[in-house]
Nanobody, 127 residues
Framework: QVQLVESGGGSVQAGGSLRLSCAAS????????MAWFRQAPGKEREGVASINIVTRRTKYADSVKGRFTISHEDNAKLTAYLQMNSLKPEDNAMYYCAAVACGPSSLPVKPNEYYNWGQGTQVTVSS
């Protein structure tokens, strides 16, 4: 079983930055696609960024392109990161990390395409 634990959320002013981390444990070698999703109150969960760890291919939502960067480390522990710069009030949401096994040409972006989920970390941006 794969466990995902997010950290790094918090409160910042508009224009500020945060770096989210997602530490994976368990059978991580079978989870080679990872992603960040977010969900604001009353809204559906939406994809923010995804990465294929094998090919390093990434994909971003239009709303965060140029501001957010997804990356990963695979040393002693598999960790995914989301660097968020130039934060806006509309980025307010609970952010979730997700993982799934995927092929080298695959890069899932929808919530129902992911199998493992973390508990979430809150990001609050004030204007």
């Amino acid at each position: 079983q794969v466990q995902l634990v997010e950290s790094g959320g918090g409160s910042v002013q508009a224009g500020g930055s945060l770096r989210l981390s997602c530490a994976a444990s368990g059978y991580t070698f079978v989870r080679n696609c990872m992603a960040w999703f977010r969900q604001a109150p009353g809204k559906e969960r939406e994809g923010v960024a995804s990465i294929n760890i094998v090919t390093r291919r990434t994909k971003y939502a239009d709303s965060v392109k140029g501001r957010f960067t997804i990356s990963h480390e695979d040393n002693a522990k598999l960790t995914a990161y989301l660097q968020m710069n130039s934060l806006k009030p509309e980025d307010n949401a609970m952010y979730y990390c997700a993982a799934v096994a995927c092929g080298p040409s695959s890069l899932p972006v929808k919530p129902n395409e992911y199998y493992n989920w973390g508990q979430g970390t809150q990001v609050t941006v004030s204007s």
